[in-house]
């Protein structure tokens, strides 16, 4: 399993710094025969251009192909369905992050387990929040985390919490607790859950799925938040980071939904200090690796180029880069999102086609063999600062 040696990932004693995609919807495809051949496709492409983490969803709560369908009565199909995302992983050497669930209501998330508690257990909650802080709504993730982590999959026979492919758990996509903008109710749901998942898998890696939002706690940082909005989240990137049992950071990045859906520099300026407070963050207040697990610009804003897509993804790469030539917590970068052909109408604006646009396939597959040859020549001298001349002389030319 890759593992964490101070703010860097290590796999057998070498450094693991990672390229990475996201695509959250593998699970639902794999419920249907039409369409799991979907899923085999996205692993190959991924895997071509040397991609070695993918993100998603571990969780599809009520609803459409629902992986739980009531609190703890699962669909068994659609759990061989994951079983298969994870099985299809493993063959094409792709590791895996699994999101346990939801912030918002795609895919049921916390608002379905509000619901849940007033419908089955008789409660009267009236706030998706109440997830956060009631025993039954907490007991419900509980034993959700539970059953996923001890799955045995039918492909491998493989328990989840013993199978190296999983690089990570994330305990909620996109955490937020609006209702208590002072960031307790959040912060005491971090340290309580990510108590119960090491208890049960104390081997993986765990994150938290921040978006790196700085709260009250941290008002020097706020400058660096994309929005007053985003400082009263209830989340807070240093405090969130710092309960035990959590092994690195997360960060997303949207200045298209966050700052304006006019494209312009005005992005890549923000993404550069944005990338740059967490990353000096990660060294010198958290001791830990930051990994930015959701980068992206959408093709339905205004002004929106492939050319300026491939811009903003050439600088989240180059900064990766720089930290990872100074031995700093930059551990890697996951694209939002990775597409095969054929899925349009899960489209959300941020599909990426590799074999649609060869420039954007051919940036990526340059940072794949960068990191890769990084990871493999790396000696890791003095304080795991890379002073190998050879790793250094190795590399591509500069994006």
Same mark, same amino acid.
């Given at each position: 399993?890759? $593992? ?26 794999? $419920? ?22 993918? +993100? ?5 709560? &009520?609803?459409? +192909?629902?992986?739980?369908?009531? =609190? ?48 089955? $257990? ?41 199978? =190296? ?15 208590? #903008? ?17 208890? %049960?898998? =104390? ?5 938290? &799925? ?5 709260? #009250? ?16 989240? &209830? ?7 710092? $309960?035990? *049992? ?84 930059? *551990? ?7 597409? #095969? ?16 646009? =060869?420039?954007?396939?051919? %940036? ?16 890791? %001298?003095?304080?795991?600062?890379? +002073? ?12």
């Amino acid at each position: 399993m890759v $593992a964490r040696k101070g703010n860097q990932f290590v796999l057998g004693g070498q450094p693991f710094y990672l390229n990475g995609f996201n695509t959250y919807w593998l699970m639902i495809l794999a $419920a249907d025969n039409s369409t799991r051949g979907k899923v085999t496709e996205t692993f190959e492409y991924a895997s071509a251009v040397g991609l070695t983490v993918g +993100r998603t969803w571990a969780f599809n709560d &009520g609803g459409w +192909r629902a992986l739980q369908k009531s =609190p703890s009565l699962y669909d068994e199909d659609v759990f061989k369905a994951l079983d298969f995302v994870v099985s299809e992983a493993r063959r094409h050497r792709i590791r895996l992050i699994l999101s346990l669930i939801n912030n918002w209501e795609d895919f049921g998330g916390k608002a379905q387990y509000v619901k849940w508690g007033n419908e089955a $257990a008789g409660l009267n909650l009236t706030s998706e929040d109440d997830f956060f802080t009631h025993p039954t709504l907490k007991d419900y993730y509980k034993a959700h985390v539970k059953t996923v982590l001890n799955r045995v999959n039918t492909f491998t026979n493989i328990t989840y919490k013993d199978d =190296p492919t999983i690089f990570a758990w994330e305990l909620m996509n996109e955490a937020q607790c609006r209702a208590d #903008p002072s960031g307790n109710s959040l912060q005491v749901w971090i340290e309580e859950m990510a108590f119960h998942v090491k208890t %049960i898998d =104390p081997n993986h890696l765990l994150e938290v &799925g921040l978006e790196g939002f700085y709260g #009250p706690l941290t008002p020097d940082r706020q400058q660096f938040n994309p929005n007053t909005f985003s400082g009263q989240a &209830g989340t807070d990137f240093i405090r969130n980071h710092r $309960a035990l *049992g959590i092994d690195f950071a997360t960060v997303h990045m949207y200045p298209d939904t966050w700052i304006s859906t006019n494209v312009s520099n005005t992005y890549l300026q923000f993404v550069e200090s944005w990338m740059q407070s967490h990353i000096d963050d990660a060294d010198k207040m958290l001791g830990m690796p930051v990994v930015f697990t959701e980068f992206g610009v959408s093709e339905k804003d205004h002004n929106f180029s492939v050319k300026f897509r491939d811009s903003l993804i050439n600088t989240v790469y180059n900064n990766i880069m720089n930290s990872a030539m100074k031995g700093g917590s930059g *551990g890697g970068c996951l694209l939002w999102q990775l597409f #095969p052909e054929g899925v349009d109408y899960m489209n959300d604006g941020y599909s990426v086609v590799l074999t649609k646009y =060869p420039s954007t396939s051919n %940036i990526i597959s340059l940072q794949s063999k960068r990191i890769k040859i990084f990871n493999s020549k790396c000696s890791w %001298i003095s304080h795991w600062i890379c +002073r190998n001349k050879e790793c250094v002389d190795a590399l591509p030319e500069e994006l």
